[in-house]
């Protein structure tokens, strides 16, 4: 199986650049983002909890990402692999996905990174925000706080796959042909 941790903060384009990879690798995208947004218009109990700590621009608790990547992997067996958006964004995260995925007799291939600077990220988020809606992409200062958070606890999770010589790294500020192009590089070698 292809697994691929897409990673970068927020903004990046790891969801932009996701639809296409699924696209032409046939495979399936898991964003965790996607997922508590579901859960939030569904009006779960968990998609209450959620969105109080989304809309804050805050890091959702490591257990309830975890279960449902968990409970997704379970409806996908056949799938000939993942691209995982958004997840995992702590090292608890990336332990338990380590785990989760050995249980089914594969694991990770690689992490790509999509490198971007901080006054560009902030840019395309507040762009975003005119037309998404999201409450998380409203005002500077709150994706300021969700950088923070990226630099704080998620930051880390790329020196776990650097230890494991599994870590690769573009940069993600030019069209988007160009950088799915240098993407595609990366996944043709993997
Ligand atoms: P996400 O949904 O993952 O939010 P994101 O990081 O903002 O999205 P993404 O990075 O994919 O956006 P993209 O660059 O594609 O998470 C939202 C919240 O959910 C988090 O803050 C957290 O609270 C919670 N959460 C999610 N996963 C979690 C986890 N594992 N653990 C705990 N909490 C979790 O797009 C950005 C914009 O840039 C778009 O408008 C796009 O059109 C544009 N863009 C993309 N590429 C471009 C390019 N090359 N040039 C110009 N613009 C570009």
């Known amino acids: 199986m292809l697994n691929i941790v897409l990673f970068g903060p927020p903004g990046a384009g790891k969801g932009t650049q996701s639809a296409k990879l699924i696209e032409k690798y046939q495979l399936v995208h898991l964003s965790t983002g ?3 947004r579901s859960e939030i218009s569904d009006g779960t109990e968990l998609g209450l909890k959620a969105k109080g700590l989304m809309d804050s621009g805050i890091l959702v608790p490591d257990e309830v990402v975890i279960g449902m ?13 993942f691209i995982f958006d958004g997840f995992p964004r702590t090292i608890p995260q990336a332990e338990a996905l380590d785990a ?46 969700r950088v923070k958070e990226y630099n704080t606890k998620t930051a880390p999770v790329a020196s776990f796959y650097k230890s494991k010589n599994k870590f690769f790294s573009i940069y993600g500020i030019g069209e988007i042909e160009e950088i799915f192009t240098n993407l595609c590089q990366i996944m043709d070698k993997i």
């Open 34 to 36: 996607d997922l508590l």
């Open 69 to 81: 990547i968990d409970n997704k992997l379970g409806h996908e067996k056949d799938s000939k692999g």
């Open 100 to 145: 989760l995925l050995l249980q089914r007799g594969t694991g990770i291939s690689a992490m790509i990174a999509l490198e971007v600077e901080e006054h560009e990220l902030i840019s395309r988020l507040l762009i975003r925000g005119q037309s998404s809606g999201r409450p998380d992409d409203q005002n500077e200062e709150l994706i300021a706080q």
